[in-house]
């Protein structure tokens, strides 16, 4: 399941999308944030789900565009600490 957290508006479409089937919780993403946008928790999307998942803080989603800006400038593709540390590469970015 692709779980999309984020906004659009007259600019764009900023969106971090976790893929839950990919995602196995480890935490990693929030240990290199440094802005510190993910926590760990419980599947909303899939109440049967066990094992914990990677989301964003609600706080973060409305204003992610330029929480992530000073790691990811817009049209930068510099390596983002997020994805780098997704081993099983559950995190995209819609910009
Ligand atoms: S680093 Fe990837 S697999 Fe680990 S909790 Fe974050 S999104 Fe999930
Ligand atoms: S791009 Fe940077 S600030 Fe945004 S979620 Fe990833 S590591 Fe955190």
Same mark, same amino acid.
């Given at each position: 399941?692709?779980?999309?957290?984020?906004?659009?508006?007259?600019?764009? =479409?900023?969106?971090?999308?976790?893929?839950?089937?990919?995602?196995?919780? $480890?935490?990693?993403?929030?240990?290199?944030?440094?802005?510190?946008?993910?926590? #760990?928790?419980?599947?909303?999307?899939?109440?049967?789900?066990?094992?914990?998942?990677?989301?964003?803080?609600?706080?973060?989603?409305?204003?992610?565009?330029?929480?992530?800006?000073? $790691?990811?400038?817009?049209?930068?593709?510099?390596?983002?600490? $997020?994805?780098?540390? $997704?081993?099983?590469?559950? #995190?995209?970015? =819609?910009?």
């Amino acid at each position: 399941m692709l779980a999309n957290y984020g906004f659009k508006d007259g600019s764009g =479409s900023f969106f971090i999308t976790i893929d839950t089937d990919k995602c196995d919780g $480890c935490g990693k993403c929030a240990e290199a944030c440094p802005e510190d946008v993910f926590e #760990i928790g419980e599947d909303e999307i899939d109440p049967f789900r066990e094992e914990p998942v990677a989301k964003i803080k609600k706080e973060d989603t409305k204003k992610i565009k330029f929480t992530c800006a000073p $790691c990811k400038p817009i049209g930068s593709d510099t390596p983002l600490p $997020c994805v780098t540390a $997704c081993e099983p590469g559950a #995190i995209t970015h =819609s910009w």
